[in-house]
């Protein structure tokens, strides 16, 4: 399963909302969808499993939301720390595997 | 604290194998899944394979079959992965990351990464 992520690059103020996008190839088990944020030279940090659900310590400005092919991370009120690059993540397909987006580049003007 | 510690940078030739580690703390070793993802230069991440410390279960992505080992100690928490017959396509910052799936089943989201481990193929 290919996942797609736009924006390539989103450029806000802080105070704006972010939505970054991650379209499947073919539909996702919602139970397998997560997202990542990476700052630069750190490991990724889980923000979102379930296609949904915020993992612990996440504050309440992310949220992500869809199903099947279709996906969404929403953050609201971006801060200065909220730099970095976000990344979609699935397990399915036949043979099951997992697969990343490319990735969206959050930048704070 | 909770942490996953990885080795340092490797500089190898096209040809070698090249073993990297990722020492476990501030939580059970034998309770989640530890997974190896590796993203090369200008390239998406890429997901290799996992390994069980419980019981030292491993599983591999399809691309790796045969090139891939995943150990680990227990006596340290430590595991270890193990790339073999290496070219520069393998050139790429090395990930280990847990999975915190319960009853020996996998969530396939990894909760816990480590900083990463470069690794440089060149002759």
């Known amino acids: 399963i290919v996942l797609t992520q736009s924006p390539d690059t989103l450029s806000l103020s802080p105070g704006e909302s972010a939505t970054l996008s991650c379209r499947a190839s073919?539909?996702?088990?919602?139970?397998?969808l997560a997202w990542y944020q990476q700052k630069v030279g750190q490991g990724l940090r889980l923000l979102i499993y379930?296609?949904?659900a915020r993992a612990p310590g996440i504050p309440d400005r992310f949220g992500g939301s869809g199903s099947a092919t279709n996906f969404t991370l929403t953050i609201s009120r971006v801060e200065p720390e909220d730099l970095a690059v976000y990344f979609c993540?699935?397990?399915?397909?036949?043979?099951?595997?997992?697969?990343f987006g490319g990735g969206t580049k959050l930048e704070i003007k | 604290q909770v942490q996953l510690v990885q080795s340092g940078a490797e500089v190898t030739k096209p040809g070698a194998s090249v073993k990297l580690s990722c020492r476990a703390s501030g939580f059970t070793f034998g309770n989640s899944y530890i997974h190896w993802v590796r993203r090369a230069p200008g390239q998406g991440f890429e997901w290799m394979g996992m390994?069980?410390?419980?019981?030292?279960?491993?599983k591999y992505a399809q691309n790796f079959q045969g090139r891939v080992r995943m150990t680990r100690d227990t006596s340290t928490t430590t595991v270890f992965m193990e790339l073999s017959s290496l070219t520069s396509q393998d050139t790429a910052m090395y990930y280990c990351a847990r999975d915190d799936g319960k009853w020996l089943v996998p969530n396939w989201f990894f909760d816990l990464w480590g900083r990463g481990s470069l690794v440089s193929v060149s002759s």
């Open positions: 379930g296609a949904s």
């Open positions: 993540q699935q397990y399915g397909g036949s043979p099951p595997a997992v697969t």
């Open positions: 073919q539909s996702v088990t919602s139970a397998y």
């Open positions: 390994i069980h410390p419980r019981d030292g279960s491993s």
